[in-house]
């Protein structure tokens, strides 16, 4: 999430997915790639002005003009049923361009250093909307007492590149200043009868003078069966989140226990919402319905192939 034009202009996405096969002697094998580069108009219009996909996607260009923001991604399943049929790497980085566009403007609070009032008539998140937006949580309070939207600097962001394992993460090029990053890491591992989920999810920005910090971090463990793909057991863990209400949503993953991850994404739309949950964390939920499509491209077993 980038600013080349200051933090007032427009925002440029760009986006990387991958799918990548690891074999048990530790050989990596990348099966598919596609990018993104998006440009989306600043402040409250925040129309998409420009998208470039690989593979190209002649059917994108449907999407400028299109709000980068609530409704978007109808917009792509309208223009582009066939990439969320496929379940493809692209559909993807569609489907997570409204959310990077709407975390983007933590960078723009940051740059503004002074507190700016708001009309909290005007606000896109509403009481209740999930935990950290609870009526009498900080936010809300916040906002009554003072008029200004608070703004919290989080934990410094290490590094998830791993010198033991070079290819774990694309290649990244460095933030400049007033810039964020969303990492998304979804890993499956056949143990014994179950196939292990591991899921990790990032928010963070890169203040002036090169200091990295985390916005919103998860990580959710899950099992599944491997010929239902029905989630037998899940936790989600906070690592780092903005404010203290928020850690209480964790337990709303819970509620997609024993249910399948096929349809995981409408599901979760339509029935974890409120003020036990988060959004950020849904988000990350939503995504394990991707194993449906690499559940079958996990390495043989050696008693599989016997």
Same mark, same amino acid.
Do not use: C, K, W
């Given at each position: 999430m980038l $600013?080349? !034009?200051g933090v007032a202009g427009a925002?440029?996405? $760009?986006? *990387?997915?991958? !799918? #990548?096969?690891?074999?048990?002697?530790?050989?990596? +094998? /990348?099966l598919a790639v596609a990018t993104l580069e998006a440009r989306v108009a600043a402040a409250a219009r925040r129309e998409l002005l420009e998208i $470039?996909?690989?593979p190209e996607e002649p059917a994108a260009a449907k999407l400028i003009g299109t709000p980068a923001s609530t409704g978007f991604r109808a917009v792509v399943d309208e223009a582009m049923p066939w990439q969320r049929e496929a379940r493809t790497l692209l559909y993807l980085l569609l489907d997570d361009l409204p959310v990077a566009t709407l975390v983007s403007g933590y960078a723009t609070q940051v740059a503004q250093r002074a507190p700016t009032r708001v009309d909290r008539s005007r606000l896109l998140q509403q009481p209740d909307l999930c935990a950290g937006w609870r009526t009498g949580a900080t936010i809300?309070?916040? =906002?009554?007492?003072?008029?200004h939207v608070p703004v919290v600097t989080g934990a410094d962001a290490p590094? #998830?590149? *791993? *010198?033991? !394992?070079?290819?774990a993460w694309h290649p990244l090029d460095p933030l400049p200043d007033h810039s964020m990053r969303r990492h998304r890491r979804l890993d499956l591992l056949r !143990?014994?009868?179950? =196939?292990?989920?591991? /899921? #990790?999810? $990032?928010?963070?920005?890169?203040?002036?003078?090169?200091? +990295?910090?985390? /916005?919103?971090?998860?990580? /959710?463990q899950a099992r599944l069966d491997p010929g239902s793909l029905e989630i037998t057991g899940i936790e989600a863990t906070p690592q780092v989140l903005p404010w203290v209400e928020c850690s209480l949503a964790a337990a709303s993953a819970l509620e997609i226990a024993g249910r399948s991850t096929r349809g995981l994404r409408p599901h979760v739309r339509a029935e974890l919402t409120g003020p036990a949950t988060c959004t950020h964390l849904n988000d990350t939920l939503r995504s394990l319905e991707d194993v449906v499509a690499l559940a079958g491209l996990l390495p043989v077993r050696e008693t599989e192939t016997a």
């Open positions: $600013r080349p !034009d925002l440029l996405l $760009r986006g *990387r997915a991958r !799918d #990548l096969r690891t074999d048990a002697a530790g050989r990596a +094998e /990348v $470039r996909t690989a809300l309070s916040e =906002i009554e007492q003072t008029g590094p #998830l590149a *791993r *010198r033991d !394992d070079p290819v !143990d014994g009868d179950a =196939i292990a989920v591991d /899921v #990790l999810f $990032r928010d963070s920005h890169m203040a002036p003078g090169g200091r +990295e910090t985390i /916005v919103h971090e998860y990580t /959710v």
